[in-house]
C-alpha cells in the first residue's frame, strides 16, 4: 500500500526558499501525478500544483512564478520549491497522488510550516 | 478558475442522524467532483469520486450525488468517527480548486 509523508523545515524565514519533499513508500512513482496542496491556517485547501512521474509539470498561476516541483532521481520521492515567501504561506502542505481523472486517492499526513522571523 | 461553493459551513448532527453537504460549482464540471474528509492531524481522506463512486475501504453510509454545478454528499446514518471536515473538489480543469469545507460537529 502506498504511503506518502512529507519532510522539511517547519520554520522559514520571510523572503527565503521553503523546500519540502514527499517520500513515497510501498509503491512506484511511475504512471502517476503527484500534487502538493496546502491549507493555510483557519482556511480551506489550495492546490499548488503536481508533476508526472516523467516530469512534466503543472502549477497553479496563482503560484507559478514562486514554484517548482521535481521527482528525484531515485524516483521515489519529489519535491516542492517555493521562493519568496511570506506569512501568507504559513500552512500545512500536503502531498498526494493523483490520478489522470484528477482526484487524490493517497495523501500524506501533512507537514507544517510557519513563515516568521 | 471553477469556484466551490459549500453549505452550510459548520452542521450540527447527532450520531445516528442522516446528514448531506452541498457543493455548487461556477461552471458545470458533468461529474468531475470529489470528496474529502479531513481530520487534524491524519491523512485526508478520498470518500467519492466522479461525483458517485465510491473509493474503495470506504463506509457504504457515505454517497454522492449530482452532476452539472450541483452536487451532494450524504451521510446515511452518522457515526461517531464521521465529526470531521469535508471538501469536494472539481477535477474538471486546472488548477484543480476546492470549496471551502463543511465542518460536521456533534449536536
Known amino acids: 500500500q502506498v504511503q506518502l509523508q512529507e519532510s522539511g523545515p517547519g520554520l522559514v524565514k520571510p523572503s527565503e526558499t521553503l523546500s519540502l519533499t514527499c517520500n513515497v513508500s510501498?509503491?512506484?512513482?511511475?504512471?502517476?501525478?503527484w500534487s502538493w496542496i496546502r491549507q493555510p491556517p483557519g482556511k480551506g485547501l489550495e492546490w499548488i500544483g503536481y508533476?508526472?512521474?516523467?516530469?512534466?509539470?503543472h502549477y497553479n498561476p496563482s503560484l507559478k512564478s514562486r514554484i517548482t516541483i521535481s521527482v528525484a532521481t531515485s524516483k521515489t520521492q519529489f519535491s516542492l520549491k517555493l521562493r519568496s515567501v511570506t506569512a501568507a504561506d504559513t500552512a500545512v502542505y500536503y502531498c498526494?497522488?493523483?490520478?489522470?481523472?484528477?482526484?487524490?486517492?493517497?495523501w500524506g499526513k501533512g507537514t507544517t510550516v510557519t513563515v516568521s522571523s | 478558475d471553477f469556484h466551490m461553493t459549500q453549505s452550510p459551513s459548520t452542521l450540527s448532527a447527532s450520531v445516528g442522524d442522516r446528514v448531506t453537504l452541498t457543493c455548487r460549482t461556477s461552471e458545470g464540471i458533468s461529474s468531475s467532483l470529489n470528496w474529502y474528509q479531513l481530520k487534524p492531524g491524519k491523512a485526508p481522506k478520498l470518500l467519492i469520486y466522479s461525483a458517485s463512486s465510491l473509493q474503495s475501504g470506504v463506509p457504504s453510509r457515505f454517497s454522492g450525488s449530482g452532476s452539472g454545478t450541483d452536487f451532494t454528499l450524504t451521510i446515511s446514518t452518522l457515526q461517531p468517527e464521521d465529526f470531521a471536515t469535508y471538501y469536494c473538489q472539481q477535477s474538471y480543469s486546472t488548477p484543480l480548486t476546492f470549496g471551502g469545507g463543511t465542518k460536521v460537529e456533534i449536536k
Open positions: 498526494a497522488r493523483n490520478l489522470v481523472t484528477g482526484y487524490m486517492d493517497v
Open positions: 510501498g509503491g512506484s512513482i511511475s504512471s502517476y501525478y
Open positions: 508533476i508526472y512521474y516523467s516530469g512534466s509539470t
